[in-house]
C-alpha cells in the first residue's frame, strides 16, 4: 500500500501496514550503508549482511520483501546466494548489484532468478527507483489512498471515515473522528485543549474543556481498549497520540 508523506515522498507499506522490509546484502561496509540510509529514508525497515552466509540466515529471520544483492561476495557469488534465499522466499523480488556490466553477466543474473539488474556506480536514486518497481509488481504494496493517516498501527482514511487498528475496524461518531484526525495529523505532537476546542469544535476556549476531556476518553475506550495505549495526557500541556510502545 502507498501512502504521501509531508516531504512529498510516496511511502510503501506492507499489507499489514508495516514497513517495506529490505535486506542489503554487500560487502563494501561504506556502500551498503548508503544504501541502507537511502531506504531508511523511504521508510522502510533494513537490514544489511556482508557475505553470503550471513544474508542466508539473516533472511531466515528477517523475511524481507526485497533484496539488493552484491553478484561478487567474499565467500560465494550472489547467484549461489539468490538460489538459497529462494528456498525459503520463493517469490521475494532480487535487484542485482554488479561491477561487471557484459550481456552475458546480465543474462545469467536474470536467468538465475534474478528481476533487475544495476551496474556499478549507479545512483542511489536509481537504485530506489527500481526496487520500488519490483516491490510493487511483486505485490508485497498495495495502492491505498493518499488520504489515509498512519500513526503505527492506527489507521484513519479520510475519504472514507474508516478507522482501523491493527486488523480490528474502529466506529467512531462525526466528533469522534473529527478529534482522532486533527490528533493523527499531529502525531507526537502535544496539543492544548484550547486547540483542540478550535480545532474540532470550533469555538474559543472559554470553560468549555470538560467536553475534550470526554471526548478524549471516548477515543481511549475505542483506540486504546486492551492495547497499547496510544493516546497520551501531559498534564497541564494537552494531549498527543504517538505509535504504542
Do not use: C
Request: glycine residues 8%.
Amino acid at each position: 500500500m502507498t501512502t504521501t508523506t509531508s516531504q512529498g515522498r510516496t511511502e510503501l507499506l506492507r499489507p499489514d501496514r508495516n514497513p517495506v522490509r529490505v535486506l542489503v546484502v554487500d560487502d563494501e561496509a561504506p556502500l551498503a550503508e548508503l544504501l541502507s540510509m537511502a531506504l531508511r529514508y523511504e521508510g522502510w525497515e533494513v537490514r544489511s549482511a556482508g557475505d553470503g552466509a550471513s544474508a542466508v540466515r539473516m533472511a531466515r529471520d528477517f523475511r524481507p520483501d526485497a533484496v539488493i544483492l552484491d553478484v561478487m561476495l567474499p565467500d560465494t557469488d550472489g547467484l549461489s546466494v539468490l538460489g538459497k534465499l529462494r528456498r525459503d522466499l520463493s517469490e521475494v523480488p532480487v535487484l542485482f548489484l554488479t561491477a561487471r556490466d557484459s550481456v552475458e553477466d546480465r543474462i545469467a543474473g536474470l536467468t538465475a532468478g534474478g528481476d533487475d539488474y544495476v551496474t556499478k556506480p549507479f545512483s542511489l536514486e536509481e537504485v530506489v527507483a527500481r526496487l520500488r518497481g519490483l516491490i510493487r509488481r511483486s505485490g508485497t504494496a498495495t495502492v491505498r489512498s493518499e488520504s489515509t493517516l498512519v500513526v503505527g498501527d492506527l489507521v484513519l482514511d479520510e475519504d472514507s471515515h474508516e478507522v482501523t487498528r491493527g486488523t480490528a475496524s474502529i466506529h467512531l461518531t462525526a466528533t469522534e473522528f473529527e478529534l482522532l484526525r486533527f490528533l493523527m495529523r499531529n502525531p507526537r505532537r502535544v496539543l492544548s485543549k484550547a486547540q483542540i476546542l478550535d480545532r474540532v469544535w470550533n469555538y474559543d476556549f472559554g470553560g468549555q474543556a470538560n467536553v475534550v476531556e470526554l471526548y478524549i476518553s471516548y477515543l481511549r475506550k475505542k483506540i486504546d481498549a486492551g492495547r497499547t495505549p496510544m493516546i497520551h495526557t501531559r498534564r497541564g500541556a494537552g494531549y498527543l497520540i504517538k505509535p504504542g510502545e
